[in-house]
Each structure stands twice: as C-alpha cells, then as structure tokens.
C-alpha cells in the first residue's frame, strides 16, 4: 500500500518540497531565498530523489497536484517571522553560496518595511482603530513603565539583548502589555507567534509548540510564544506549556489583567518572571492624548494643533491610567464634531459617558477589603465611596450585604448587639427588593456600622480557640458534663456531679474545660 506526502515550505529559501524531504535538501542542495519562477513551479526543476522504501512499506513519489502545490504555497501562519531573519545574499555571487546570517538590524529590513516605514505605513491606514495605529514599535517611542523598559530598565535590556526569557506581563487593559509583546516581535531574532486564550486552544498551542520543535531542529532557531489572556486557560490547560519550558523548546510571553497568583498555577509561575505593569501617569497620559488628537486632526483635514492643556489634563484625570480608554475618547469626541466647530471640554464630558466601570477580579477584592477597612476604622464617608465603587462596577449587592452581616460580628460584636440583626434586615431587604433600589439599604447599613462603636473581643478569642485546637491534643470532655441519654451510660458515670445551675440560688461552683487546660483563658492574649 503506498502513501503520499505533503509539500512543506523550505524554513531557508521557501521552496517547496515534500514534508520527508526537507532535511535532505536543507542539508544537500537549499541554494538560499528562491526565485518566484521555483516558487510557481515546484516541478520543473530536478526533482528529489525517490524516498527510502522498505520491503513492508513502500512509499511512492509525491506528486503535487495546481490545488496542493497552490495551498503549500502559502507562508505558514506560525513563523511570519521566518523571511524576515532569512539569510542575506549577495546578488554578484554563486546562488549556492550561502552566505552567514545577517544583523538584527539587517534581518528586519529585509521584511521589505523597515521598523519605521512599517509605523508610517500603518499610522497613514485609516481603517484600523485609532488605538492600534498609535501603538509604538520600538522602546524609544513606548510611554510608560520607566523602571522596566526606561534606561537601565530590566525588560529593555533583555529586549535589547534578544536574551528574553519566559515571563509574565501583569496590568490593567491599556498599559501596554501587547505593545511590548510585538516591540519584542520586531526586536527578536526568533521566530515569534502570537496568540489569544480567547480565540484559541490547546489544540492550536500543540500544533505552534511542535512546529517550534521542528525549526528548532531544523535551523536552531528559537521560538517565542505569546499568549495574550493567557488566565482564561484555566490550571489543567496550562500544564501544557510545562515539559516545553523545562527543556527549552520555547519561550513563553503571557499577558493577564488577573492576578497571576490566583489565576496561574504554581508550577507555571515557578517557571516565569512577573513583571507587573502599572497605570500610566496622568503626564503620560496627557501625552498620548495629544498624539491622538494630533493624528485625528490630520485625518479630517484639520489644523494639526493637538490639544489645549485644559482638556488634555481632563482626559488624563478621567481615564484611569489606561492609554486606550484616552485615545477612544479623543477618537469619538473627534469624530462627533460639527463642520467648523473646535473641540471643547463638553464634547469630551459626552464622549466620555460611560455605561459601565472598568472591575477586575483583582480590583473586586481590593474594594471590598478598602470598604471593611474603613468601616473597622470608623471611617464612614469613606466607607460609603467605596460601598458606591461596588456598586457601579456591578458587584453583587448580596455579596456585599453579606460581607457587612460579617463585619457586624466581626467587628462590632459584643460594644453593640444591635448591629448584627440590621446587617441580617439588610440582607433580607436586599434580597426581597434587589438592585437599584437595595443602594439605600446598603448605605444605611454601612453608615450605622462605620459609626456603631467597635468591640473585636469574641472575635479575638475565638480565633485563639482555633489556634489552640489546631495545636493541642483533643482533651476528653470531663465526665460530669457529659450527657447521659441511657442506663449504661449513667451505669459508667456520665453525668455523675453535674450542678444543675436552676436549682441552686448561689453561684454555682464548677469546672466546664478539662482538667489539663483548666487554668488556661481564650480572653487573654496569646502567649
């Protein structure tokens, strides 16, 4: 029975070949970057040799048919990058005389753009969003994130060292996480994926990680692979990345917004470096807003003037160090004026009308923290922006009314018993009436607790009670406490001694805690 082989595009010179013969014309006759007319007909110059044939498997020659050959013929998904670093040739020499890699430098410009005219090529189209013909190539032009990529900066020197290692880029949206992936795109002498966990699955990581392993083999090139979102894999899905990290078949880049703690697993996180991105100043957000407006006045045909100080510093204020929010609103702003008319602080206000709030998983946790925080503090306006925060990003409203039945005990506890049957009313009303009318509730909830006067004495001891149970040995409860339900049990002494405190007018005189931690006091601090 005999098989046939798929044509696959030579890494070097982009001929194609059969997928068993690559090796074999890597090694005995790639003669560099081919001419178009071999590329158009595969055929029509000498063929390969016939592939090895065993007496139990014989294998026949391939042979390409107009369909395969044009399917083929398409550069791979995987290494866009692969013509970039091809190999320079000098035009006055043998076509076989391949020549040794060019420079970093080199191997880019023979992309056919250089790093600046593909920036200018892509900032004059029109068609892409605003926000992504902004987005900087080169380190030089990126704003923002100083201490890792400014002079001395730790990313830019393994950027520009191309010795980038597995790592993770943790921030908000519109810090520049992706930016930086594809500065490191251009930069690299690897071949370089780009990936999304939202569009794509573990199924799709194989297929790049092992076409990495092939050229890794081929050509000793290296691959890098980023992964943008890559928290919405969830713990199993990321073992994948595992065995490849160890022995170095790839280099991994991931972008999260979530806490890679919690949304990554150990074993990965054991594996990368964090490097955390933090929100952009309002200057360098007043900065890139003043490039948008520049870029936009261009496209309408405008006087290119930029933005008046007054309204750059508003933008920036309002945009919670996020690049992008920033320039979509200079986008729309533009984009809604009037023939003649100049851009002013009320067409931004309008542009800026929000239907929703920015709320991460990160930042759910952070508020609810910042609003017990300040109700424990006595803190009662402050308790109440954050209660609105909540709110407006959308937070459960029972969620929050069952934190404040928490902070009610927890918090207030024995200085005030009142406290806990209006959190538990709270939490009742919120979950008969919902959001947006529960909004009252909660404040006034979170008003009385904030000012109720504060006791964390039960809270303490019981804590100490926890921590001496965890440590010691679970002492038997004394005999004459026990319960004694039946005649073999009363036979034994369960319950002989016991004082009934109803019958006697005294104070009764008697041990509950067994003998050995008798003397021991939960209410006192720790020793």
């Known amino acids: 029975m005999s098989t046939t082989s798929s044509l696959v595009s030579c890494p070097i010179c982009d001929k194609l070949v059969p997928e068993w013969y690559v090796s074999d014309h890597m090694d005995r006759e790639c003669k560099g970057a081919s001419s178009s007319q071999d590329r158009a007909a595969p055929n029509a110059s000498k063929s390969p040799p016939p592939p090895p044939s065993s007496a139990g498997n014989k294998r026949t020659m391939f042979m390409a048919s107009p369909s395969s050959r044009q399917k083929s013929g398409t550069p791979s998904i995987m290494f866009p990058s692969i013509k970039k670093a091809r190999p320079s040739f000098d035009s006055n020499s043998e076509p076989s005389a391949v020549t040794s890699p060019a420079p970093l430098a080199q191997q880019r410009s023979h992309s056919g753009l250089s790093e600046t005219a593909d920036s200018v090529k892509r900032i004059q189209n029109t068609k892409l969003p605003l926000a992504e013909r902004l ?58 994926k780009e990936m999304s966990a939202v569009t794509q699955n573990t199924v799709d990581v194989k297929k790049a990680i092992e076409e990495a392993g092939n050229l890794n083999r081929l050509i000793n090139k290296r691959t890098i692979v980023f992964l943008d979102e890559i928290h919405r894999f969830n713990k199993a899905q990321q073992d994948i990345f595992l065995p490849y990290l160890e022995r170095g078949q790839i280099v991994l880049i991931g972008a999260t917004t979530e806490n890679p703690s919690f949304k990554l697993n150990s074993a990965l996180l054991s594996r990368c470096r964090v490097f955390r991105l933090e929100a952009l100043s309002e200057k360098d957000i007043a900065s890139i807003a003043v490039r948008a407006a520049q870029l936009k006045q261009q496209d309408l045909g405008l006087e290119v003037l930029g933005l008046d100080d007054t309204i750059a510093k508003y933008i920036s204020s309002i945009s919670n160090g996020d690049a992008r929010v ?67 990003g959308g937070d459960d409203p029972m969620y929050v009314a069952r934190r404040l039945v928490r902070m009610a005990s927890e918090d207030i506890g024995l200085a005030d018993n009142s406290a806990l049957p209006l959190a538990m009313a709270t939490l009742q009303a919120c979950q008969a009436i919902g959001m947006p009318e529960c909004d009252t509730i909660l404040a006034h909830c979170v008003v009385y607790l904030a000012r109720a006067p504060k006791s964390v004495e039960s809270y303490k001891a019981f804590k100490n009670v926890k921590a001496f149970v965890a440590a010691e040995n679970p002492w038997p409860v004394p005999m004459h406490i026990r319960n004694a339900p039946t005649r073999m049990m009363q036979r034994m002494g369960y319950g002989d001694g016991y ?18 931690i008798r003397s021991h006091s939960f209410f006192d601090k720790p020793e």
């Open 326 to 392: 920033a320039i979509n609103v200079v986008d729309l702003a533009m984009n809604s004026l009037q023939a003649g008319a100049n851009l002013d602080l009320d067409c931004v206000r309008r542009a800026l009308q929000r239907t929703h709030v920015t709320y991460g998983e990160d930042e759910h946790y952070d508020l609810i923290s910042a609003l017990h925080k300040s109700v424990r503090g006595s803190d009662d306006n402050a308790a109440l922006y954050w209660l609105g925060r909540m709110l407006q």
């Open 499 to 516: 004082k009934y405190n109803p019958d006697y007018e005294e104070p009764v005189e008697q041990e509950y805690l067994p003998e050995a």
């Open 135 to 192: 987005r900087p190539l080169t380190l030089d032009s990126f704003v923002g994130q100083s201490e890792l990529v400014g002079p001395g900066g730790i990313l830019r020197i393994l950027i520009e060292s191309d010795r980038m290692s597995s790592c993770i880029f943790w921030g908000g949206p519109g810090l520049g996480k992706t930016t930086l992936a594809r500065i490191i795109a251009h930069r690299t002498s690897a071949a370089f």
